[in-house]
């Protein structure tokens, strides 16, 4: 089993209200820099927040959540202090998340 780290909040928050963008192309940057391979995701409305486990995560934030998923957790704990009002926290699963698996193409040109 993996262990993903994750910060969680509404889609205003994250994607309206704070630069993420800003933060995704600064640190993709600096993985590609590195030849680090990608290991954050956005997902909206995600799905692990079905799992009873996560009742408390689910009733903290609205319905439209959205989350950042990593394995790195130093960077989920550097996205709390960079953003603030996010709910952070883990789970473990047997998701196979990387560039490949989910046929992700970074373009370059445009970061």
Do not use: H
Not at 53 to 69: G, H, Q, R, T, Y
């Amino acid at each position: 089993m993996t262990t993903y780290y994750f910060a969680l909040a509404s889609q205003n928050f994250l994607l309206v209200q704070e630069p993420l963008e800003e933060v995704f192309r600064e640190r993709v940057n600096y993985y590609q820099s590195n030849n680090k391979a990608i290991d954050f995701w956005l997902i909206p409305n995600p799905s692990f927040l079905e799992k009873p486990e996560m009742i408390s995560f689910k009733n903290l934030v609205p319905k439209d959540a959205v989350a950042i998923i990593s394995t790195n957790p130093i960077f989920i704990n550097w996205l709390k202090l960079r953003i603030g009002y996010i709910c952070i926290g883990q789970f473990e699963d047997n998701l196979q998340l990387s560039e490949e698996s989910l046929n992700i193409t970074v373009l370059t040109d445009k970061i």
